[in-house]
Nanobody, 123 residues
Framework: QVQLVESGGGLVQAGGSLRLSCVAS????????MGWYRQAPGKLRELVAD???????NYADSVKGRFTISRDNAKNTVYLQMNSLKPEDTAVYYC?????????????????WGQGTQVTVSS
């Protein structure tokens, strides 16, 4: 099985920082990108940042210059360092990876999602 577990969310005041972590475990072989998405109340889920296995990153315009995504391929872990947080960053943040479950390789490459971690930024 494949499991993604996020951690690091919480309540922070505007201007503060949080660091999110996501660990993919189980019979997973991560391919292509790992990334972070977020969903605010009444909004669609949106891409925050993602990173390829080669380290190429991209960011939503709203977080450029404030957030940094990184990964440790050996640990199947992706991080999101969030600085200068704003109230509009408040959302549930989800980790995603594209990969294969090595127990069911015939299923091909699938998207795997974490359960989400709440980030709340107060004014």
């Amino acid at each position: 099985q494949v499991q993604l577990v996020e951690s690091g969310g919480g309540l922070v005041q505007a201007g503060g920082s949080l660091r999110l972590s996501c660990v993919a475990s189980g019979t997973i072989f991560s391919v292509n990108g790992m990334g972070w998405y977020r969903q605010a109340p009444g909004k669609l889920r949106e891409l925050v940042a993602d990173i390829t296995s080669g380290g190429v990153t991209n960011y939503a315009d709203s977080v450029k210059g404030r957030f940094t995504i990184s990964r440790d391929n050996a640990k199947n872990t992706v991080y999101l360092q969030m600085n200068s947080l704003k109230p509009e960053d408040t959302a549930v943040y989800y980790c995603k990876t594209e990969g294969r479950d090595l127990r069911t390789p015939g299923w091909g490459i699938l998207d795997y999602w974490g359960q989400g971690t709440q980030v709340t930024v107060s004014s």
